[in-house]
């Protein structure tokens, strides 16, 4: 019995929100992060937070190359010697911003692959945003699978075929609609938030999510919320009225959670 909890799925959000992410996730045999958008100091503090250390890493998995996603890679690859995994294009593109790595250090993990690292199951599938070639990762182990999308500006048909019964997701819902338009943004910057290469509103991340939760889902976490177009309680208010609409089940047979930019969600367990 002991042996099956060890070998479970535990994930912490360490953090989430334009200002920086970084998720974490551990079995008994690996342990890595997807994403570093935090400074090594920070990213150290958050694992803190949740009672781990940077020297037990064994890797960190890149969406895309925007600072909010690799802040800290390059230091914390050099410093604990991690590998890196991303795709050919996007380490292109952050190369030059993450400073000298060993080659040993770097791995291609292409779009709509599957790599098995130590006991995960993990597959990478492609989004939609500004980015050269970005990607997201869903991470699989005893037949429960934690999905994780942000930075999208919509969810196509076939993403919501492809993700869909999950026990677990990090869904994007990064602005509210009324306050990006109201807001000081100039409007090139609006047009491309709401853009099919921006990012999902609150409400669009909700009717996406309404349509691939099922009975399996356990957890859903509202992730990448924008500092200046969204409120935690606005984010969680709107999609909750969407579920609840769409009779899904939401707060009976599933939690719906908020992420912070500034604190690590506590480590929960598939």
């Not at 960190?60 to 802040?71: C, F, P």
């Not at 492609?126 to 994780?148: C, E, G, L, W």
């Not at 919501?160 to 409007?187: I, Q, T, V």
Request: one cysteine or more; charged letters at 25%.
């Amino acid at each position: 019995m002991m042996q099956s909890e060890q070998s479970d799925l535990r994930i912490s959000i360490l953090a989430s929100g334009s200002s920086g992410n970084s998720t974490y996730i551990e079995t008994d045999q690996m342990k890595v992060l997807v994403d570093c958008g935090l400074s090594g100091k920070k990213t150290v503090e958050m694992l803190s937070k949740i009672g781990r250390r940077p020297e037990d890493l064994n890797a960190i998995l890149v969406s895309h190359e925007h600072t909010d996603h690799i802040k800290g890679v390059g230091i914390l690859a050099r410093k604990y010697n991690l590998d890196i995994y991303a795709n050919e294009k996007t380490w292109q593109a952050m190369e030059p911003k993450l400073g000298k790595l060993n080659v040993e250090q770097k791995h291609h993990f292409s779009n709509e692959k599957t790599v098995t690292l130590g006991d995960i199951d993990i597959s990478s599938f492609a989004v939609s945003h500004d980015a050269i070639d970005p990607q997201f990762y869903t991470f699989q182990k005893n037949n429960k699978r934690f999905v994780m999308l942000t930075d999208t500006g919509y969810v196509s048909d076939r993403m919501r075929g492809m993700l869909k019964d999950a026990d677990a997701y990090l869904f994007e819902s990064n602005h509210d609609l009324s306050m990006l338009r109201m807001g000081r943004y100039p409007w090139s910057l609006k047009q491309r938030i709401i853009g099919d290469k921006g990012h999902l509103s609150n409400e669009d991340g909700a009717l996406a999510l309404a349509e691939m939760i099922s009975d399996q889902t356990k957890r859903i976490y509202l992730g990448h919320l924008s500092k200046e177009n969204n409120i935690k309680e606005v984010a969680h208010q709107t999609v909750e009225e969407i579920l609840i609409r769409k009779d899904t089940g939401v707060n009976e047979r599933f939690q719906l959670l908020d992420t912070d930019p500034d604190e690590p969600c506590p480590l929960f367990t598939l």
